[in-house]
């Protein structure tokens, strides 16, 4: 069981490059988030989802954007790279509310560590 | 708005110490608390979880208990390994949303 994927693991970016750091999920689970964690900030949410076709704005959306094709994947884009989005990114996943298994229980991936210089 | 504190760190035991952690919150109506934990290159894992007040969540020896009157969820463990020497994020998620808050997280290093 794989649980949750991302790639890649490490990347380095020019300023104004773009970028799609993948996620996906073999859990079928309904709810997916990316998160930012920056030293000393916690973890603060860009984007998530609640399911196929429906995404919607975190704490920090500025200069991201995602789409949500498949329960199963959920790409992260940076379309003109800075450096202010030097970060570790995680992508997570959750079953979501209104099912009774649900344990609230967020599943991470390992991380994307992303560098632009 | 809801929010998590907990203690800054970096912490540093030696081997066998006992280790507390704080973690207080500020939620409206009657979140689910957790501590997740990070070792070194890898993602967050949940280590318990309380979902109701005065519930215990437990695993692997740490232990914390959720107390509404003092809106804590310290986490504690009575004798540490090196191999607890991780980031530990305290967390809440409230009732039938998606909305999860971090800590900012505690460093702890656990020396032989």
């Known amino acids: 069981n794989a649980g949750v994927t991302q790639t890649p693991k490490f990347r380095i970016l020019k300023i104004g490059q773009s970028m799609t750091l993948q996620c996906t999920q073999d859990?079928?689970?309904?709810?997916m988030y990316w998160y930012r964690q920056d030293p000393g900030m916690g973890l603060k949410l860009i984007y998530y989802?609640?399911?196929?076709?429906?995404?919607d704005k975190g704490e920090v959306p500025n200069g991201y954007n995602v789409s949500r094709s498949t329960t199963e994947d959920f790409p992260l884009r940076l379309e003109l790279a800075a450096p202010s989005q030097t970060s570790v990114y995680f992508c997570?996943?959750?079953?979501?509310?209104?099912?009774?298994?649900?344990?609230?229980?967020?599943?991470f991936g390992e991380g994307s560590r992303l560098t632009v210089l | 708005g809801n929010s998590v504190t907990q203690m800054e760190g970096p912490v540093t035991l030696s081997e066998e110490a006992f280790l507390t952690i704080n973690c207080t919150y500020t939620?409206?109506?009657?979140?689910?608390l957790f501590w997740y934990v990070q070792y070194p290159g890898e993602g967050l894992q949940l280590l318990l979880k309380a979902t109701k007040a005065d519930d215990k969540g437990s695993n692997k020896g740490f232990e914390a208990t959720y107390r509404k009157e003092t809106t804590s969820f310290h986490l504690e463990k009575g004798s540490v390994q090196v191999s607890d020497s991780a980031v530990y994020f305290c967390a809440l998620s409230t009732s039938g949303t998606y909305k999860y808050i971090f800590g900012t997280g505690t460093r702890l290093k656990v020396l032989a």
């Open positions: 989802s609640v399911g196929a076709g429906i995404t």
């Open positions: 997570a996943s959750s079953l979501g509310s209104g099912h009774r298994e649900n344990t609230g229980e967020l599943f």
């Open positions: 939620a409206t109506g009657y979140p689910s």
């Open positions: 859990m079928n689970h309904n709810y």
